[in-house]
């Protein structure tokens, strides 16, 4: 067999570095943060690159959305309300900043605890090991009196829900999503997976009012995204379901003739899963749109998004 040896590197060619195009300069870098900085000065001083720039971006897509009078759609699972970040987006609604809110059925419960009774999300693992999970009386009970009593009105599982907790006595439904969008008359809707949520499960649930209302949403949702021309459609950790209705409802959207192909689509979750990359930031954005995938816990980069919304728009 042939014997090699180490290569002589003598040969080697070399040049200046100061011929070399380079990705990263001192011009990008950031600046470090001085006591009493405002807010606006903190977002000046990161540094000029990578995720920082997508941030950036998504700040000034949806500034010039509500400038231009088009809308910013939030889709969301459960957890942000889990970790408190409804005032966050109440704040949003009511500043004219977000225009829709679309949801999986879990915000409901979680949105109707927190008006209720002040906490919500219970021990799991506690409570399934005794036949007790999800079995809170006053959960069911209320919710799927409101969905059925909205559907006899005419509603969609999101108003019928909202207009519940806004008409209540409840100590803290000025905290409620759905109590604020029924104030506010900006479209809140509940899209279903029958059997994911506790109020499935409890003796007052009926099939046929759960999939009436949230087929309802699910055309009330389809006629908010036909305006989503020169909007921003912003997926708030749901991995699955959240993902899946946007896509049909923009396919509905376009097949009846809506042009929709300016559009901003944004992805923000602590991981990034299959479905909202292809569903909400790849195959929706084919052509002149944008799409940005912000990483990151929700309870520190969605107050970030909305202070920097705020401070931009003045």
Excluded: W
Excluded at 89 to 97: A, F, G, Q, S
């Amino acid at each position: 067999m042939k014997k090699y040896r180490p290569i002589s590197l003598k040969q080697v060619k070399t040049y200046s570095i100061t011929k070399r195009k380079s990705k990263v300069s001192l011009s990008v870098f950031a600046e470090p943060p001085l006591k009493g900085d405002t807010f606006k000065t903190f977002i000046d001083k990161l540094p000029d690159i990578l995720a920082v720039n997508d941030f950036r971006a998504v700040v000034k897509a949806i500034v010039e959305a509500r400038q231009n009078d088009r809308p910013v759609i939030l889709g969301m699972g459960a957890h942000p309300i889990k970790v408190g970040l409804s005032p966050v987006i109440i704040n949003l609604m009511k500043k004219n900043i977000i225009t829709a809110v679309a949801t999986n059925g879990a915000c409901i419960i979680h949105d109707f605890e927190i008006s209720f009774i002040g906490h919500t999300s219970e021990d799991v693992e506690k409570e399934i090991c005794r036949g007790a999970f999800g079995m809170a009386r006053e959960t069911g009970r209320y919710l799927n009196k409101a969905i059925k009593d909205g559907i006899r009105k005419g509603y969609g599982i999101g108003r019928s829900v909202g207009g519940l907790i806004y008409n209540s006595r409840f100590k803290f439904k000025g905290k409620s999503i759905f109590a604020n969008a029924f104030e506010l008359d900006i479209p809140a809707t509940v899209h279903v997976a029958i059997g994911t949520d506790i109020v499935h499960m409890h003796p007052e649930a009926n099939g046929a009012a759960i999939g009436e209302g949230s087929f309802r949403d699910f055309k009330l949702f389809i006629s908010v995204v036909t305006e989503l021309e020169g909007g921003v459609y912003i997926n708030l950790g749901s991995a699955v379901i959240m993902p899946e209705v946007f896509l049909k409802a923009l396919a509905v959207a376009r097949n009846l003739g809506n042009k929709i192909e300016n559009i901003t689509t944004v992805n923000m979750d602590f991981i990034q899963h299959y479905r909202p990359r292809e569903n909400v930031l790849r195959r929706p954005t084919m052509g002149k749109n944008s799409s940005y995938a912000i990483t990151g816990h929700h309870e520190i980069m969605f107050p970030l998004l909305a202070a920097a919304i705020i401070e931009e728009m003045g």
